[in-house]
């Protein structure tokens, strides 16, 4: 695989800078497009609006508290369209609730994972994603 398209969604600033900084410093090909809430994710994925020209990615890294939708309203849209469900999604949060975890799979999240708030540790998480995700699992062919 050439380079790796991500979407990362999620709406903390803090987040999105660690999420990116991890990607750097694992020094992984990847392209990674961020969206801010839900809604915003849903009009990347249909290449509508100010995303018309979006790339439809290998991967999404997906929040669950989210404005407008949350992520577990985006998971949902994407597992039901016929188009996209086959993209992995990622539930990447803080959150460990347990009714959290169970309405991620129940909507056919690939993997849960709750962020760790140490960045040595969120390192570990993100080479684990790509190790997983990007070298040993085969990904269907981009939309």
Not at 77 to 89: A, G, H, S
Request: proline share 3%; with cysteine; net charge negative.
């Amino acid at each position: 695989m050439s380079e790796i398209q991500i979407l990362l969604v999620e709406d903390n600033e803090g987040d999105i800078l660690l999420t990116l900084e991890a990607f750097k410093e694992i020094k992984v090909k990847n392209n990674i497009a961020v969206v801010k809430d839900g809604v915003e994710a849903i009009d990347f994925l249909k290449r509508q609006g100010q995303y018309a020209d979006s790339i439809v990615p290998h991967l999404i890294l997906l929040d669950i508290n989210m404005p407008k939708l949350s992520g577990i309203e985006v998971l949902d849209f994407i597992k039901k369209d016929e188009k996209l469900r086959k993209i992995p999604v990622v539930m990447l949060t803080t959150s460990s609730s347990e009714s959290d975890i169970s309405a991620c799979y129940d909507k056919s999240a690939n993997c849960f994972i709750t962020k760790p708030l140490d960045f040595g540790k969120f390192l570990n998480v993100v080479e684990a994603i790509e190790s997983f995700w990007f070298s040993i699992a085969q990904l269907p062919k981009a939309v």
